[in-house]
C-alpha cells in the first residue's frame, strides 16, 4: 500500500504544481501540497481512533480530494491508477462549479458524499478541519460568517460519520474567529 499512496501523492503534486494554499499571514502562501498533506495527516488521525474504516480509501481520497477540482487530471487516470471507489470518492468530493451558486454547489457535493462509503464522509470533515484554520487576512467578515456558516451545514450532514471527526470540526467551528 505504501506504493500506492506514493504514487497517489507524486500525481497530486504533478497535477498541483505551481499551485499555492493562503495562510492567515498577510502575503504569505505554501504549496498546495501543504493543504493536501494536513488533510491526510487528519485522516490518520481519525483512522487510528475509529477502527474499522476502510483506512486506503481514504487515504488515496484525502490525497487526490482537489485533483478533479483544480487540476486537469483526468478521471480516466483516476479510475486506471486507483479503481472505480476512489474515483467515485473524489468525483463526490468535487464541486459541480456548473451549478449556479457555492450553496447550490456544496448541497450537490454534500448529497453526492452521502451516496458514497462513510470514509468519504470522514475525508470531507478532515477537509473542512483543516480549512477552518484563521482565514486569510483579506477576507472580511461576511465571507467568514459564510464560510463558518458551510462548516455547521457540513458537520450537520456529515458529523454522524465520524465521531472524532464531527468533534474535532465542532471544536475548530466553535473557535473560528469571524470578527
Not at 456558516?149 to 475548530?172: D, F, H, Y
Request: aromatic content about 6%.
Amino acid at each position: 500500500m505504501p506504493e500506492l499512496l506514493q504514487k497517489a501523492w507524486q500525481l497530486a503534486a504533478h497535477h498541483h504544481e505551481g499551485q499555492r494554499y493562503n495562510t492567515p499571514q498577510e502575503g504569505v502562501t505554501l504549496p498546495y501540497l501543504t493543504h493536501l498533506g494536513a488533510v491526510l495527516i487528519e485522516t490518520n488521525y481519525i483512522i487510528s481512533q475509529e477502527p474499522g474504516l476502510n483506512a486506503n480509501l481514504m487515504r488515496l481520497c484525502a490525497i487526490l480530494h482537489d485533483s478533479l477540482e483544480d487540476t486537469n487530471l483526468e478521471e480516466e487516470t483516476i479510475r486506471t491508477e486507483f479503481g472505480e471507489e476512489v474515483l467515485a470518492g473524489v468525483k463526490a468530493l468535487t464541486k459541480n462549479e456548473s451549478l449556479p451558486s457555492k450553496q447550490a454547489q456544496m448541497e450537490d457535493s454534500l448529497a453526492r458524499i452521502l451516496t458514497q462509503p462513510r470514509e468519504i464522509a470522514v475525508v470531507k470533515l478532515c477537509d473542512r478541519i483543516n480549512n477552518l484554520s484563521p482565514a486569510p487576512s483579506y477576507w472580511d467578515q461576511a465571507k467568514k460568517r459564510a464560510y463558518r456558516a458551510e462548516a455547521e451545514l457540513i458537520l450537520e450532514q456529515l458529523g454522524p460519520a465520524s465521531p472524532v471527526a464531527a468533534a474535532r470540526l465542532r471544536t475548530k467551528i466553535a473557535a473560528y474567529d469571524v470578527s
